[in-house]
């Protein structure tokens, strides 16, 4: 799929060749959608052996659904023929646009902006996926802080429609309309958000899912209880601990410091058993054990 747009400079420009750069869940699953669109993808791992599991596990996800006959096996073939999985980070430069779906740290997203900004055309667009991070400071970290915004994928990326655009004070209307209509082109649903701790979901979820905790250690109830109670009074697919699990502990202990530090809301003060859970490595599902165990 070719997407005509208009870069900062109002110059017609094509985007063809998307780069991703991050081969954990998110990273995966954001290939794996805009492979979906019609693009042309090339992923950076930093480990070889992570590019080859990366690979391997797309090209399983692509044989469930060729099995769920969702995906012709024709499409998954030719899906396939257009990603490219590399460890050297110059394989990105000739790329439209780059997503970064790293850890989750300002300093660590700044130095990598900072390197595809010298390494990237002049014209590429460089968006980050962080959650809660505030995209300006990443922005000018760059010499084209009109270039960069927020692309923010919900997870699971292949089945949740929401995409929130975070648009910086420094980014150009033209990249918010070039990243509008590539977002609505993956078949996702954009919004666009003010650059503010948390955005919409984040800023609205995580006080609720920390509120939970403090609910657990007052102990008004079981975690299974309580997860239940959302599920079936508030229509939740999964329970606040469950969610938690899955976002990963550790992520979400990031995101309420991010929200507190902006907002100095008590109710984003993270919760005592929510440090000590990360502080003995219970991660979440990625860990197999959370709030939840999850077996071996």
Request: glycine share 6%; net charge neutral.
């Amino acid at each position: 799929m070719n997407l005509s747009v208009r870069d900062a400079n109002l110059d017609l420009m094509q985007i063809e060749k998307v780069g991703i750069v991050g081969s954990g869940i998110m990273g995966s699953a954001i290939a794996e959608v805009t492979l979906l669109g019609g693009y042309k993808v090339t992923l950076h791992s930093r480990q070889s052996t992570t590019a080859h599991v990366m690979m391997q596990q797309l090209k399983d996800s692509f044989s469930k659904m060729v099995k769920r006959e969702i995906l012709l096996q024709s499409k998954a073939n030719e899906a396939i023929s257009r990603f490219e999985v590399t460890t050297e980070m110059r394989d990105l430069i000739d790329s439209d646009i780059v997503i970064e779906s790293i850890i989750e740290d300002l300093e660590t997203k700044r130095e990598l902006f900072q390197r595809l900004d010298g390494l990237c055309k002049v014209d590429t667009i460089l968006a980050t996926n962080t959650s809660t991070l505030p995209v300006v400071e990443i922005a000018v970290a760059t010499k084209r802080p009109e270039l960069v915004c927020g692309i923010h994928f919900f997870n699971p990326a292949a089945r949740m429609k929401l995409v929130e655009v975070v648009t910086p004070i420094t980014v150009a209307t033209s990249t918010v309309d070039t990243v509008i209509s590539f977002v609505t082109s993956l078949g996702k649903e954009p919004v666009k958000v003010k650059d503010e701790a948390g955005f919409i979901v984040n800023a609205l979820l995580f006080p609720l899912l920390n509120s939970a905790i403090y609910m657990l250690e007052r102990h008004v109830a079981s975690m299974e209880e309580i997860d239940r109670s959302m599920q079936l009074g508030c229509g939740f697919p999964m329970g606040p601990f469950r969610l938690l699990d899955l976002i990963g502990l550790d992520t979400s202990l990031k995101i309420l410091e991010t929200l507190h530090f902006e907002s100095r809301s008590p109710s984003t003060v993270p919760a005592p058993t929510l440090r000590r859970l990360v502080a003995a490595g219970r991660l979440g599902k990625k860990s197999r054990c959370g709030f939840y165990d999850y077996g071996p």
